[in-house]
């Protein structure tokens, strides 16, 4: 607290880990922390794996610091709005007014082609939900 460092616990899936695996899970651990540095962070693939209503991202607004992203077919970089159903976690994004950082945590097998596409795709999804 003294260096303003805030921990961001990231459910995983079962097959990762025993013991938090889903933002429900995430958020009855930060409240009973109940400490302002310690928080979520909101992994897609996780959610997705967990099978997860992302309307847990409504519940979760005030706690969310970080997004990781991947498409959960395969684990790959998102690509494109058509591969996958994001439409839910970037409409909930915009609904909790999410200005946080995003990584992403996925595998490729052409970086240099889909590194700048999947930034590019990422980028326009998060604009285009705050409009």
Known sequence: RARNIVIAVEPL???ESNLINSIAEGLDLVAAVNDPNIQL???FYHLEMAKEDPAIILRAKD???HVHMA???GRVLP???EEYDYKPLFRNLR???Y???MSVEAATTDFEK???QSIAFLRHAMESSSK
Do not use: F, S
Request: hydrophobic share 25%; glycine share 12%.
């Open 79 to 81: 690509l494109r709005a």
């Open 95 to 97: 609904q909790i007014g």
């Open 13 to 15: 899936r079962t097959q």
């Open 63 to 65: 706690h969310i610091r």
């Open 114 to 116: 889909e590194a700048p």
């Open 71 to 73: 498409n959960p077919t």
């Open 41 to 43: 962070n909101l992994d």
């Open 99 to 101: 200005q946080g950082g």
